[in-house]
């Protein structure tokens, strides 16, 4: 980590060579590089992340505290991302050529076309001030995590670009599972056609969608930091940029490797949710 | 004999990218209560359009009814509303399908789809649709109906769900049920009891069959009757005794011949039709079998031939059965059998 | 951070022309009656007195805390816990009495032993406080506390405890008793009372710091305990945090809002739209916020933050060690046009090294009268630029340079613009390298730059904060500039008692830091432009108190 | 196209009256047709022509591609062809509308100007060189890297496989942002440093598809036939792998580059993109995305030449999918 | 016909490890010899283990177990010599005609390849036998040019069997060549194999599940089942003398084209379905389904034993008399 230039504790002011050495032995960092390293290591197996070099908070508390906001956020803009971006994907498959399919995808299109710290900021002002000014009433909050109506535009805001990823992949795994014979078997039955969609052919083709949700997870969970930033959400998106610009190094190293094990964890609970819906996977063996 | 099924003149088409396809290009069919009339033809001949036009399956489009009637049960089905046809799919006509791996829901529990015709037109609870699943897979002949019942389609083997396929179109008591290819993908011996279940069915309940297959011994084993297709059209139509003893078309009369049997001399090759069929996009103008036909005659290449019936329920389209056609001149050394009554058949 | 002394009306000094009287204020900010809310930008990184070395937390602490004095709406010193003091004649003893009723928010009497804990702790070297040379260098005998203080407390030798106990004992810092502290300083200190309202020499509960642990305290609402106006009673990490009235605080009847939360919003659009939309009752602005805000009629506000901004040159690169080729550079910014048409933000172009803010002898600042040292002279410029390139043996092909400056879009902002003067006037391409702040700092210490686009705001209310630093080996003089005639000028000033003296002698070192030497070369100092809500008036806002509550202000309507 | 006849017709075309008598000539046997049973009426086209064919008849393909070529154009020569520098200030007419004219120069602001008074027209273009630059780039070597890694991975399986494959997973665990920015942060600031930022993690997209692609490809039934007939891997790679993941590789790059245009973007947003006076669409939509209350235009020329970018490349993903997918061969 | 040995298996297995705990035993201890110019067939249901058979006397599995001689000599072909050398002598022609074709070469390209591999001929002799070979399996010379989408199933069979003709093989595996066909085109294939080999003395291994077809083809029928060689014998033999109980369902099950025989016939339907070759059970591999199994079936798997001349059977049932 003493690769990156720059020292944690240089503040505006310099300080005494005195107390720089003086804090550079109470932060351990005066010892050889290897033995920080593995008193380091020695002291994660504890549970204990090291001090915030930024914060001077321990970093489990800084995650502790932050990482729920950031989880309750990503996990909203992922029900809105998987609500409308099946929708959209439903509607474009179903619709494949005419009108529906080409709004909705083009809908989509823009999604993924629009970087989110230009969607937030568009969402703020238009949905958050505008209509604030429109009607007199605070409809949707323009900062703060600490009501429903706060939580709503940014989770949006992040919303947008998997939501995009999950309709184009919804419209493609729909298209596919249309064209298989047990939808012909289900038209052949006299099934009316939302019968066939939505008994027959929704579920089918989550399955790939639901294989997505691991990385779509890392996606938004990392690109939480520009949306944290413009509606000023105290989540662990923005220390995990922010620690690398400030070489707080104990963060750098907490975040990244809680952010790892979430992953492996959020792909854990992909896997077992694919299991309920696919009957043919079972937990142990792979797929038939 | 009451007519249930009536399709007259069928012409279907599909637009596509390279061009319209022309799949089914005029036949004339029709099925008797309780019959089994069998659909013979090479692969690409449009013998699934056709079954799948009778209940409108296809996707319309690309997919596109240019002309001819269909008639089922009194009820025509090229003016039927999409509505109407959902009233009249699984109720009154039903179908199964080749590849019975790929035809069931792999997340939905087989009890579950075999009774959704029964809750779509009969609106049966959901109790009573678990006892009616359990009786058609007894129905059958599944064992363990009660656990079969509540498990899912990959947990059943091939044949179980070819069964499972069948007691799924036989739930309402259709009419007819459209059987398309359903041995085609199964072992000799799954075959033989799915061939045996048909038999029963049609035993048992009356129920009308369309049977479509490669296989001439399944035909032979099961059909009353036989449609020979080729090239989206049919070419020769009867009885099954006429149609393995007494054909009159060139073309039924090679495929015939080129099945080796058991007894077939080892030591002599097959008779085989040379070529391949011709492409729908561009079909010939004359007979389709004509270029693969060796009593291809002028006539042939250049207008296609009219039905002509050659006796009670027997039908063929070949020029060589024409009123004015003179007799081979130059015999071809094997010709064969059928020729001679073809041209007695010919005289109205 | 901050400190501050007499003189100074600094809100009103370079305050926009609007009046408040003439225009309609046009948002009514915050529903709620009983609290205003303000942002604060960032989220106060330490709210430990003794390690607490930044803006966000002071504004937080001097709320929440109260030292021996505190600044009043000019930023002029006056009583706090210390009713009353006596100065000796050399101005180097302060004798401070306290108040008797003061308590702490667990209910313990404030004392001069929390006072002289504090400081201690500050001083220990153990403790690593960033500034503990505010108080060890200011407070006699200091130094020699922090050298023995070098192995924390409790993991002492029987020999280091005993060094320690004699350091402590030589301090020049004493409870006479439990309300009566004498303080002695190393030199004359004419600034002491201002320095008294600084959060290093704030008072600390032993009891309470001891059983939360040096390490936690003040890291959560709860584990603080503070003396002040207000309580501390919320902080959500990175969100927000809340301080209410303290009704047993002496001062309490003068505090009339109930409760101030503080926000931390950083993204420029999202701090407009929430003071647009009634979330925010006072925000800073940027200059084209400024613009629009002006447009539409509402009331800006301002203040001279006290932050200057100077290119430091290294004086030891080649070309840069040319005092000509140093001052060319500078004299070829337009600064006038910079803040004009670039910032617009109200902040002005340099005249010299110290802002118009800072107080200086005779009750005025000590800019009021200085000779303009520096400024936009294009033709000079060229002439100097040739000279001096010549006298380095250079030609402006071989001279290459380059200007490390913040990352922020506002710092690149204006590097592109001292860029294309660059060229246009002297003709030269200078290659610019933006930089995370720790990374330039870094590289600064470093001495791994040809030019750097820096700035520095004061510790407290005297010029000295802005000139000590370019003394030879200064921790802060990056430049490495070195001049005997400089550093004897501000020994002088040192150990002057007398005013108008020492102003002197700081005002000839001024002149030959920035203009003679051209050691740095300041282009403007800083000012704040500001909105408030209808609801909120009577705030105190300066570079010394960036939000201070308790001089009257007041929720109207 | 598909409908030509080849039959070759008779000498003489007879005319038949089905009602009536049908001449005995008509009856003459002719016999089997060697010629054309085996005719494909179909005319020969290669994979690549088809689908090209495919591509030319969408509509938005081709609007796609001309919108692609004219920003590849315009990226290469607007910011010679302009009577403004990049870096050329006038900062008393700053922040002015589209059309309007310069006080100094006399010439005409295209897109008005930015809050340095620079010519906006000239910087998009600029910026799209550099954001194009940095797509391709980062595309090319992703592809490169990918596909050889990849292809390895795949064609060798077992243990080289597992053990490749665990090294991907780990990169792509951990979030790319932070790899970026730590290398962004030890290197210089650069076009350079950039692109290898970016490619240090981003093959591993390509590398995964390769995989996949590869082992689908080794169970089917041509490969085996080229392997027993003793082809060495280098002649199955070259020869069948490569060209038949071909297209896969070509869309998943088409839809790649938009993701880096958005990176590019986004690193500039965090102040980690490249140098001033430089410019990217980057960080002119973040430079605008300050003022757009005040501004708007200067963020919506950036907004809209990413949007329409990005947009160009993922229809033109799309529809170079359904060109190349061989579903819809027939 | 002096019976010159070509190949012989001696105890092939072949298992797939599917996971830690399942292993699939897709071919299980088969010894048999394969005869030159000679036709074997092999019959078996679906999963029976036919495929990997084939391709293990290819060399493109290893088996598990066991070793294979050709002309006598042991080949390793984990050694990539003997591999190339067996290539040379050995082809396959595969099921599906569809996915045993590049779709991205051209015909002429993909006959040519293994000339090419094998360094046969310059370019021009090459291109000169791709036309000769086109016309050999009766397709015209233009066609070299085409790709194989274009072409119908019959005709992308034959450019499959082209390409294995090109580097004039000794051996061609025929792994079901004809069940994805029509019946018309079956019998072109059929006959152009049968040509192909009169003329130029190849040795078949010919898999297939439709028993009339084989028994048309073959000289020597194996039936296989769940990875086991069940029977072996000659064509007539078997159809005259089916001794296993499973060879005869077989039999039974296949459907006569003539509907007075069919009516005639009694068929005799199999009970219980094909169990799974994973971790298969000890004991007869069909008992399961056999109608005279017993105890000792169901316990002891079955030796191969010659019960009457060249007619080898593996059932507790039959035993020489
Ligand atoms: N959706 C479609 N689009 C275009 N052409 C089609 C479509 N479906 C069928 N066809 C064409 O229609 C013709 C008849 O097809 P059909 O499926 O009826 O043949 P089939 O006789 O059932 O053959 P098989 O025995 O292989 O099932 C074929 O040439 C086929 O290519
Ligand atoms: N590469 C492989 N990995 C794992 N299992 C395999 C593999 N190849 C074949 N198998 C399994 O081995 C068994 C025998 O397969 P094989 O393809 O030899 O059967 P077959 O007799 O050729 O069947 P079919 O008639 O369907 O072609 C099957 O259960 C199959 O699933
Ligand atoms: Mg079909
Ligand atoms: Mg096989």
Known sequence: MHLIPGDPFVGAKAIPPETKAAMNAKYGLDKPLFTQFILYVANIFHGDFGISLADKRPVADVIGQAFPVSLDLGIRSLIFAFVIGLLLGIVAAVHRGKAGDT?????????????????GALLQYFLGLKLFEATGMCVFAIMG?????????????LAFGSMATISRLMRTSMLDVLGQDYIKTAKAKGLSRSQIIWRHSVRNAIMPVVTVMGPLVAAVLTGAFVVENIFTIPGLGKYFVSCVQTNDYTMISGTTMFYGAFLVFANLIVDIIYCLIDPRVKLTGGKE | MEQILDVKNLHVSFDTYAGEVHAVRGVTLHVNAGEILAIVGESGCGKSVTAQTIMKLNPMPPARIKEGSISLCGKDIVAASEKEMQNIRGALVSMIFQDPMTCMNPTMRVGKQLTETLRKHKHLSKAECKEEAIKLLKMVQIPNAEERAMQYPHEFSGGMRQRAMIAMALSCNPKLLIADEPTTALDVTIQAQIMQLMGK?????????????????VVANLADRVSVMYAGKIVENGSSKDIFYNHKHPYTSALLRSLPTVDTDRSKALVSIPGTPPDLFAPPKGCAFASRCKYCMHICREQQPPEFTVGENHTASCWRLHPDFPGDKAEPSAAPAADTAAKKGADK | ACGSSAGGTAASGAASGTSAASTKNLYPGTPD???VTVNLRAEPPELNTVQTQDVASSDILRMVMSGLTRLDKNNKPEPDMATQWEVSADKKTYTFHLRQDAKWSNGDKVTAKNFIYAWEQCMDQSNAAAYAFIVYTNIKNGRAYFDATKTPATKRTAAEKAKVAAAEKNLGCKAKDDYTIELTFENPLPYALQMMAFTAYMPLNQKAYESIGADKYAKDATKIVTNGAYKLTEWTHDDHIIVTKNPDFWDAKNNQINKVKYVMIKDANSNINSFKAGQVDCINVNGDQLDALKTQGQPIESYVSGANWYFQYNTKKKGLDNAKIRKALGEAIDVNSLVKNVLRDNSVAADGLVPTNISGANGKNYANGREKLVGFNAADAKKLFEEGLKEAGLTKDTFKLSLITDDTSGAQK???????????????NVELKPMAFKSRLSAMNNHNFDMVFAGWSPDYNDAMTYLDMWTTGNGNNNGQYSSKEYDSLITKATKEADEAKRQDYLRQAEKL????DCAIYPLYFETVPYVVSSKLTGMTRSGFQEFDFTDGAKIVG | MAKKQTAPQPAAALKYDLSGHIDEQAFELVGTDSTNMEAIARPSISFGKDAFNRLRRSPTAVVCMIILILLILGAIFLPVFSAFSVSQQNVAFANQHPMSIDTVTHNLHIFGTDALGRDIWVRTWAGARVSLTVAFAVALIDCAVGVVYGGISGYFGGAVDNVMMRIVEIISGIPYLIIVMLLMIVMDRGLGSIIIAYSITGWTGMARLVRGQVISLNEQEFLIAAKAMGAKPNRIIGKHLVPNILSVIIVNVTLD??????TEAFLSMLGLGIAPPNSSWGILANDGIAVFQQYPFELVVPALFICVTMLSFNLLGDQLRDAFDPKLRR | MAKEKLIELDHISKHFQISKKETLVAVNDITMDIYKGETLGVVGESGCGKSTLGRVVMGIYHPTKGTIKYRG?????????????????????????YASLDPRMTVGTIISEGMEIHNMYDAQKRQERVYELLETVGLNREHANRFPHEFSGGQRQRIGIARALAIEPEFIVCDEPISALDVSIQSQIINLLKDLQKKLGLTYMFIAHDLNIVKYISDRIAVMYLGNLLELADSDEIYAHTLHPYSQALLAAVPIPDPDKEAQKKTQILRGEVPSPINPKPGCPFASRCPYADDVCRSKSPKLQEIRPNHFVACHKVQPE
């Not at chain 5, 050694?79 to 595969?94: H, L």
Request: aromatic fraction near 8%.
């Open chain 3, 414 to 428: 204006q590097a592109a613009f001292y860029q294309e003067q660059w060229k246009s006037v002297l003709g030269i």
């Open chain 3, 33 to 35: 009656k009983d609290m």
């Open chain 4, 257 to 262: 580059i938009p993701n880096i245009i958005f």
């Open chain 1, 103 to 119: 709004i909705a995808m083009l809908v989509a299109l823009i999604g993924v076309s629009v970087p989110s710290f230009i969607i």
């Open chain 1, 145 to 157: 995590w600490d009501s429903v109506n706060a939580k709503i535009l940014p989770a949006l805001a």
């Open chain 5, 73 to 97: 000599k042991p080949v390793d072909l984990k050694r990539t010599k003997d591999r190339f050398a067996y290539s040379e002598k050995a082809q396959i022609i595969f099921q599906d005609p």
């Open chain 3, 513 to 516: 830091v920035c203009s003679t």
């Open chain 2, 201 to 217: 069915i049609r035993e048992e309940l009356g129920t009308a069959i369309i049977l479509i297959t490669h296989d001439l011994g």
